[in-house]
């Protein structure tokens, strides 16, 4: 059996037969494939058979807010995904943000685990008083290699989460949770995803500078020779699996 459906198989009993699994659920199951020691020979396995490289890349694709989008497997129920950050600027402090993407919610409810580096993790709330921030609509359907966005006018945020999560945290958000992820570390980052079922086909993005808008914005599947390159690199600078998780952190939680 090949290792795509290995993958699928260790998930199925805790999301394929939920098809409205919530966050929690997604939590347990990212949880469980993470601690079976599994992972990483699975993915040496696909970064060694073409088929299923040809497979992933079609699907993959390098995100706008500056990471490597990689769906390693595409359910109804469920996908999960590998997200690479490339290596932050040589003598970075640890915590210190190096690719700050886009303040967004999603179409799905999600659980994540930092396998490496790490980033700054925060959260927002809108808010009248909060920092001026350009709002976007945006649109897609799953699998579709456009997307839409369209600017709405000007809204406050403030932040009221704010973090570096190392290698090894782990935490879960439902779809309408507003955050940012920004990359941080001395070099590659990493993190697991397990999102749930679709909710809706829109989301809010929030950003501080104009961005690019347009009904048909291309997201190009991703070069096979680059995810080769990227899953091998990976898997090269990590030497070992993540230790044990003591928990996950609710999407939710203020500071």
């Not at 690479?84 to 993407?101: I, K, S, T």
Request: aromatic fraction near 8%; charge should be positive; include cysteine.
């Amino acid at each position: 059996m090949e290792a795509l459906d290995l993958l699928d198989r260790s998930l199925a009993a805790g999301v394929s037969l939920r098809p409205r699994a919530g966050p929690t659920t997604l939590a347990r199951a990212l949880h469980a494939l993470v601690r079976s020691r599994s992972l990483y020979p699975l993915l040496g396995e696909v970064a060694s058979d073409e088929r299923m490289l040809r497979v992933i890349a079609e699907r993959s694709y390098a995100h706008p807010n500056g990471f490597l989008k990689i769906v390693l497997l595409s359910r109804c129920a469920y996908q999960l995904r590998l997200h690479l950050w490339p290596g932050a600027a040589e003598g970075a402090d640890e915590g210190r943000p190096v690719a700050a993407g886009n303040v967004h919610n999603h179409r799905w409810d999600f659980a994540a685990t930092v396998l490496r580096g790490g980033y700054r993790h925060q959260e927002f709330v809108v808010a009248p008083d909060g920092e001026p921030h350009r709002s976007y609509a945006y649109e897609a359907q799953r699998g579709a290699g456009a997307y839409s966005l369209t600017y709405r006018g000007d809204v406050g945020l403030r932040c009221v989460f704010d973090a570096f999560l190392p290698a090894g945290s782990s935490y879960w958000l439902a779809s309408d949770v507003v955050h940012r992820v920004s990359a941080a570390a001395a070099g590659p980052t990493a993190s697991l995803i397990l999102q749930g079922a679709y909710q809706r086909c829109g989301v809010d993005v929030f950003s501080l500078s104009p961005i690019a808008t347009g009904d048909a914005m291309p997201l190009a599947p991703l070069p096979v020779a680059r995810l080769r390159q990227n899953l091998r690199g990976f898997l090269s600078a990590t030497r070992c699996a993540p230790s044990a998780l003591d928990g996950w952190r609710t999407g939710m939680s203020l500071t």
